[in-house]
C-alpha cells in the first residue's frame, strides 16, 4: 500500500480495503486503514512537496470533496458492491479503450467536463467503496504528467479525500475502533513502503512507470468486478 501510493499514485491502492475484507468485515478494513492512510499521506506530502501540481489540485480537489459528500449523504440507500462492481466495469472498459486506441504523443487532454464528471466520481466511489483511484486516474493519465508530479499529485489529492471522510464514517457508524491494535502493529510498516515508493517515483522510466499504474489499475477492476458481480 505505501509502495502504490507513494510511488504509483495509488494505482494498486484500492486493492488493499477489498482483500482485507476478505477476512473482516469492509467497516473494519476500514477502520484498520484510516489511520494508516493518514500516516502514508502524510509522508507522502512531505516527500513529494516540491513537484505538486497546484494547478491540477486547485480543480480537483474541491470535486472531489462534492463526491464525498454525495457518498456521505446515499450511503445508506446504496448496495456498495454494487457501486464497486460498476467502477470495476468502467475500469476495464476505460483500459480496453486505451489497449485498441492508444494515445500518441500529440493526443489532445481529456475535456474538463469529463475531469468534473470522473472527480467528483471518484470522491464518491472513494467514499463507498475504496476505490477512488480508478476514476481519477482515467482523467489525469491520458495527460502523462511526469511520473513524479503524477504521484505527487494524487498525494495531495487523497490527503484530502480521506481527511474529508473521518467525520462521516464516524457519524455513519462506520468505524470500528475496536481494530485500532491492529492499525497500530501494521503502522511501522508504512514508512518502509513510502521510502521505496519514493525512490521508485523519483528514478522509475515513465514509460514503465505508465504501465505499472495500468496494471495496477486492471488488477483493481477485475478485483471490483468480481466483488460487485461474481462473488454474491
Known amino acids: 500500500m505505501g509502495i502504490s501510493k507513494s510511488g504509483f499514485g495509488s ?38 512537496r516540491r513537484h505538486f501540481d497546484w494547478q491540477l489540485i486547485r480543480f480537483l480537489v474541491p470535486l472531489g470533496l462534492v463526491g464525498t459528500l454525495v457518498g456521505t449523504l446515499s450511503f445508506k440507500l446504496l448496495d456498495t458492491r454494487l ?9 476495464l472498459l476505460f483500459l480496453a479503450q486505451r489497449l485498441a486506441f492508444p494515445p500518441g504523443p500529440n493526443s489532445p487532454h481529456p475535456p474538463k467536463w469529463v475531469g468534473v464528471i470522473l472527480t467528483v466520481t471518484s470522491g464518491f466511489t472513494s467514499f463507498v467503496s475504496h476505490a477512488g483511484g480508478p ?17 505527487a499529485t494524487m498525494a495531495v489529492f487523497f490527503f484530502v479525500i480521506n481527511l474529508s471522510k473521518w467525520v462521516p464514517y464516524a457519524w455513519l457508524g462506520l468505524l470500528d475502533l475496536r481494530n485500532m491494535s491492529t492499525s497500530l502493529v501494521l503502522l511501522p510498516l508504512a514508512p518502509v513502503g513510502v521510502w521505496i515508493g519514493v525512490r521508485m517515483a523519483k528514478r522509475i522510466d515513465p514509460v514503465l512507470f505508465y504501465r505499472l499504474v495500468y496494471l495496477g489499475m486492471f488488477l483493481t477492476g477485475a478485483k471490483l468486478v468480481w466483488d460487485g458481480f461474481l462473488s454474491r
Open 135 to 151: 476514476p481519477i486516474n482515467a482523467y489525469v493519465l491520458p495527460m502523462r504528467l511526469p511520473p513524479i508530479v503524477f504521484t
Open 83 to 91: 457501486v464497486a462492481g460498476i467502477v470495476g466495469i468502467f475500469t
Open 11 to 48: 494505482g494498486f491502492g484500492s486493492l488493499v480495503v477489498p482483500m482485507m475484507a476478505l477476512t473482516v468485515t469492509v467497516p473494519q478494513a476500514a477502520a484498520i486503514m484510516m489511520p494508516i492512510l493518514f500516516v502514508m499521506d502524510i509522508m507522502g506530502l512531505a516527500a513529494f
